[in-house]
């Protein structure tokens, strides 16, 4: 069936409950499924990385819900592991996640999530950086 949108590609968006994950998926949807679009070209997996031992904050409860072209998941695990997984299992064209902006010595505990999918995904990955806010008052 020509048109369907099970033929479209598949764009992954990894969040978590961050102000950085939640301004890549709102830059995605702006940029990817604006009103100005004629077609929205990709069928879009949120994925909810959830750390084990922690309980859910439910976007839709476990298991995934279709609205329009874009499903929700919550998988319990490392952020990381659970990106790329979900990238091989949907065959992803594209994985977008946002960027926390951790120096180096945060980032050698943490981890960086959005470097290792960059580096082990086996798609496209867009990494979204927060702008910083700018300070509108003096400084004396």
Do not use: Q
Request: proline residues 5%.
């Amino acid at each position: 069936m020509a048109g369907s949108s099970s033929e479209k590609a598949v764009m992954i968006v990894g969040i978590d409950e961050s102000d950085e994950s939640f301004y890549a998926l709102e830059w995605t949807l702006d940029h990817f499924f604006a009103p100005y679009a004629p077609i929205f070209p990709f069928n879009v997996l949120l994925v909810y990385a959830k750390p084990p031992a922690t309980s859910a904050i439910g976007l839709t409860g476990p298991g995934a819900t279709e609205v329009h072209d874009v499903a929700v998941k919550v998988v319990e695990g490392d952020a990381r592991n659970v990106l790329c997984e979900a990238v091989e299992k949907n065959n992803a064209a594209m994985l977008v996640v946002g960027n926390h902006g951790y120096g180096v010595i945060k980032r050698a505990f943490l981890g960086s999530v959005s470097d290792y999918c960059a580096r082990h995904a086996h798609c496209s990955v867009m990494i979204i950086k927060k702008p910083k806010t700018v300070s509108t008052g003096s400084k004396s």
